[in-house]
C-alpha cells in the first residue's frame, strides 16, 4: 500500500472533504452556469421559457376569411383539411431545417397560427382577370404567422422563406372526367379538390402515418400521388380518380364573425381549450382522461375534489398537457361557478368526456344489467372480468395495444372509489363516459358495446 509523504509523518489522512484536481475552476465554473441562469430565467431566456411562448404565439386566434358568394379569392385567410387524416395542415414551428415542417393534425382548435394559410397571386399578369381564383392558375400558400410560404421538393414539403418557383401551386378539379373543361373556371370554397405542385405536377397528400412532435401526434405530409407510393404511376395518371390522401378541401369560416379583425392577441375560448385538452389526452389512449383524474385524486390531499388553479395547472402539466397561467384562468372563469377560487376536477372532467347520449346510455346500461345476476344493482369485479372481451376496443383496433393489456389496464381502473369489489353503476357511467369521448360514432361505440359484452 502507498502513502502520501503528509501520511507518512502522520498528516491527515486523505477524506471527501479534501480538494483535489482542478477544484477552484470547478467551483467558479459553477457559480458561472448558476449566475448564467438566473440571468435568462429573468430575461425570459430559457430554452423552456422559449418553447412556452412559442406555443402561446401558435395558439393565439387569428381571422378566418368567410366567404359570401361561395368562391375563394385572393387574400383569404382559409385552412386545408385533407379528407384521408381528417385533419388540417399546420405548421410545426420547432422543426426547422431548410424550412418549417408541417404536419396534418385532428386537433382543430379553431382558426389559429399554425393552421391558418392566406392565399395569393404567383404572377400579376397570369392571364386571370379579377381577384376571384380559378383551377389552373398559379397560387401561393402564404403561412399567416410568418411571411413564409408552401414549398415542396422532391416529396418533402415545408414553408420557407422565399418567392421561389418552389412555392407555386395550382387546385385542379377532383373529377377526372371534367378536369380539363373546369380549367379556368372559378373555384368554389368548401368543396373537394386537388392541389397540384407547379414544378414536379404531383399532388399535395397526407397520409395516416403518426408523426410525434412537441405538439403531440400529428400526420406526416408529403407531396405525390397516393399510387406514387406503390409503383402505379402511368401516364394515363390525370385520366384517373385521386386517393383520399390527396383530396383536400380549402375552407373558409362558416360564420362571418370568425372574419373579423381581432384587436390585441385573443386567446383560446373555453370551448377551443377543452377541445385541444381533450385531443390531447386522447392521443395517449381512450383511458387518457381516467388517467388524468386519477392524477387530480392524488393531489386532492384534503379529498374535497377541488384544486386551486396552481394545482389544477401542474396536474395538467405532470400529463403533458402544457396550458399557461392566462389559459387556466380562463378555464376557472367558466369551471368555478361559486366563485371559490377553485376548480372542481370532476366537474372539468365531465366538461372532457361530454354528454353521453340515449342511444349510449341504453347500451350501457344493458351491460351492466346483464352483469347484475343477482339483479341488487351491484356488480362484481369477478364477473366483470370473465366477461369482459377486449377485440373490438379502439386501442385495439387502432393497433395501440392487445387485447390482454386492454383487459389488464380495464380491471386496474376500478379502484378510484371504494376498493371494496363491487361495480355501482355510477362508476359504470363514469368508466364508458371515458371510453365514448374516444369513439366518434353511435355505430362504432355500439359494434364495441356488443362485442365487449356479448349483447
Same mark, same amino acid.
Given at each position: 500500500m502507498l502513502y502520501t509523504p503528509q501520511q507518512m509523518t502522520g498528516g491527515q489522512k486523505y477524506s471527501h472533504k479534501t480538494k483535489v484536481g482542478n477544484w477552484y475552476e470547478e467551483m467558479a465554473l459553477e457559480e458561472i452556469k448558476a449566475n448564467d441562469y438566473d440571468s435568462k430565467k429573468q430575461n425570459s431566456e430559457l430554452g423552456v421559457t422559449a418553447m412556452h411562448t412559442s406555443f402561446a404565439k401558435t395558439k393565439k386566434r387569428v381571422?378566418?376569411?368567410?366567404?359570401?358568394?361561395?368562391?375563394?379569392?385572393?387574400?383569404?385567410?382559409?385552412?386545408?383539411?385533407?379528407?384521408?387524416?381528417?385533419?388540417?395542415?399546420?405548421?410545426?414551428?420547432?422543426?426547422?431545417?431548410?424550412?418549417?415542417?408541417?404536419?396534418?393534425?385532428?386537433?382543430?382548435?379553431?382558426?389559429?397560427?399554425?393552421?391558418?394559410?392566406?392565399?395569393?397571386?404567383?404572377?400579376?399578369?397570369?392571364?386571370?382577370?379579377?381577384?376571384?381564383?380559378? @383551377?389552373?392558375?398559379?397560387?401561393?400558400?402564404?403561412?399567416h404567422s410568418r411571411k413564409a410560404s408552401l414549398s415542396a421538393k422532391g416529396e418533402e414539403v415545408c414553408v420557407i422563406h422565399k418567392n421561389a418557383y418552389d412555392c407555386v401551386w395550382e387546385i385542379d378539379h377532383i373529377d377526372p372526367k371534367i378536369r380539363f373543361e373546369m380549367y379556368g373556371e372559378k373555384v368554389p370554397a368548401n368543396e373537394p379538390v386537388l392541389i397540384k405542385h407547379s414544378n414536379t405536377g404531383r399532388y399535395l397528400a397526407s397520409d395516416l402515418v403518426k408523426h410525434k412532435n412537441q405538439y403531440g401526434d400529428e400526420f406526416k405530409k408529403t407531396q405525390n400521388l397516393a399510387l406514387e407510393k406503390t409503383g402505379m404511376i402511368t401516364a394515363d395518371v390525370p385520366t384517373k380518380h385521386p386517393e383520399d390522401a390527396n383530396v383536400w378541401m380549402v375552407c373558409t369560416a362558416p360564420d362571418p364573425s370568425y372574419s373579423v379583425p381581432l384587436e390585441g392577441d385573443e386567446e383560446f375560448t373555453f370551448e377551443d381549450l377543452l377541445r385541444e385538452i381533450k385531443g390531447r389526452l386522447l392521443e395517449r389512449s381512450s383511458f387518457g382522461i381516467r388517467g388524468l383524474g386519477r392524477i387530480f385524486r392524488a393531489m386532492d390531499d384534503n379529498g374535497n375534489r377541488q384544486l386551486d388553479?396552481?394545482?389544477?395547472?401542474?396536474?395538467?402539466?405532470?400529463?403533458?398537457?402544457?396550458i399557461t397561467k392566462e389559459e387556466a384562468a380562463q378555464l376557472l372563469k367558466h369551471i368555478d361557478r361559486d366563485g371559490s377560487g377553485t376548480i372542481?376536477?370532476?366537474?372539468?372532467?365531465?366538461?372532457?368526456?361530454?354528454?353521453?347520449?340515449?342511444?349510449?346510455?341504453?347500451?350501457?346500461?344493458?351491460?351492466?344489467?346483464?352483469?347484475?345476476?343477482?339483479k341488487d344493482g351491484l356488480v362484481k369485479l369477478d364477473d366483470i372480468e370473465k366477461l369482459y372481451?377486449?377485440?373490438?376496443?379502439?386501442?385495439?383496433?387502432?393497433?395501440?395495444?392487445?387485447?390482454?393489456?386492454?383487459?389488464?389496464?380495464?380491471?386496474?381502473?376500478?379502484?378510484?372509489?371504494e376498493k371494496d369489489g363491487i361495480i355501482t353503476i355510477e362508476e359504470f357511467y363514469d368508466y364508458f363516459s371515458d371510453v365514448s369521448a374516444s369513439v366518434d360514432t353511435?355505430? @362504432?361505440?355500439?359494434?364495441?358495446?356488443?362485442?365487449?359484452?356479448k349483447l
Amino acid at each position: 500500500m502507498l502513502y502520501t509523504p503528509q501520511q507518512m509523518t502522520g498528516g491527515q489522512k486523505y477524506s471527501h472533504k479534501t480538494k483535489v484536481g482542478n477544484w477552484y475552476e470547478e467551483m467558479a465554473l459553477e457559480e458561472i452556469k448558476a449566475n448564467d441562469y438566473d440571468s435568462k430565467k429573468q430575461n425570459s431566456e430559457l430554452g423552456v421559457t422559449a418553447m412556452h411562448t412559442s406555443f402561446a404565439k401558435t395558439k393565439k386566434r387569428v381571422p378566418q376569411t368567410y366567404s359570401e358568394d361561395g368562391l375563394l379569392h385572393f387574400g383569404d385567410h382559409i385552412m386545408l383539411s385533407n379528407k384521408k387524416t381528417t385533419g388540417v395542415l399546420v405548421t410545426n414551428l420547432f422543426e426547422k431545417l431548410e424550412g418549417y415542417g408541417v404536419t396534418t393534425t385532428t386537433n382543430i382548435a379553431g382558426p389559429n397560427g399554425r393552421n391558418i394559410y392566406t392565399m395569393g397571386r404567383y404572377e400579376e399578369l397570369d392571364g386571370f382577370e379579377g381577384n376571384d381564383i380559378h @383551377y389552373g392558375q398559379k397560387i401561393k400558400f402564404s403561412w399567416h404567422s410568418r411571411k413564409a410560404s408552401l414549398s415542396a421538393k422532391g416529396e418533402e414539403v415545408c414553408v420557407i422563406h422565399k418567392n421561389a418557383y418552389d412555392c407555386v401551386w395550382e387546385i385542379d378539379h377532383i373529377d377526372p372526367k371534367i378536369r380539363f373543361e373546369m380549367y379556368g373556371e372559378k373555384v368554389p370554397a368548401n368543396e373537394p379538390v386537388l392541389i397540384k405542385h407547379s414544378n414536379t405536377g404531383r399532388y399535395l397528400a397526407s397520409d395516416l402515418v403518426k408523426h410525434k412532435n412537441q405538439y403531440g401526434d400529428e400526420f406526416k405530409k408529403t407531396q405525390n400521388l397516393a399510387l406514387e407510393k406503390t409503383g402505379m404511376i402511368t401516364a394515363d395518371v390525370p385520366t384517373k380518380h385521386p386517393e383520399d390522401a390527396n383530396v383536400w378541401m380549402v375552407c373558409t369560416a362558416p360564420d362571418p364573425s370568425y372574419s373579423v379583425p381581432l384587436e390585441g392577441d385573443e386567446e383560446f375560448t373555453f370551448e377551443d381549450l377543452l377541445r385541444e385538452i381533450k385531443g390531447r389526452l386522447l392521443e395517449r389512449s381512450s383511458f387518457g382522461i381516467r388517467g388524468l383524474g386519477r392524477i387530480f385524486r392524488a393531489m386532492d390531499d384534503n379529498g374535497n375534489r377541488q384544486l386551486d388553479i396552481d394545482d389544477f395547472r401542474w396536474g395538467l402539466i405532470d400529463f403533458g398537457i402544457t396550458i399557461t397561467k392566462e389559459e387556466a384562468a380562463q378555464l376557472l372563469k367558466h369551471i368555478d361557478r361559486d366563485g371559490s377560487g377553485t376548480i372542481d376536477f370532476d366537474e372539468f372532467l365531465r366538461f372532457l368526456r361530454g354528454d353521453l347520449n340515449d342511444f349510449r346510455k341504453n347500451l350501457i346500461n344493458q351491460a351492466y344489467d346483464k352483469l347484475d345476476v343477482n339483479k341488487d344493482g351491484l356488480v362484481k369485479l369477478d364477473d366483470i372480468e370473465k366477461l369482459y372481451d377486449a377485440s373490438q376496443h379502439p386501442d385495439v383496433m387502432d393497433g395501440k395495444k392487445t387485447e390482454q393489456e386492454v383487459i389488464l389496464e380495464f380491471m386496474q381502473k376500478w379502484d378510484t372509489q371504494e376498493k371494496d369489489g363491487i361495480i355501482t353503476i355510477e362508476e359504470f357511467y363514469d368508466y364508458f363516459s371515458d371510453v365514448s369521448a374516444s369513439v366518434d360514432t353511435d355505430e @362504432y361505440f355500439e359494434a364495441m358495446m356488443k362485442s365487449a359484452w356479448k349483447l
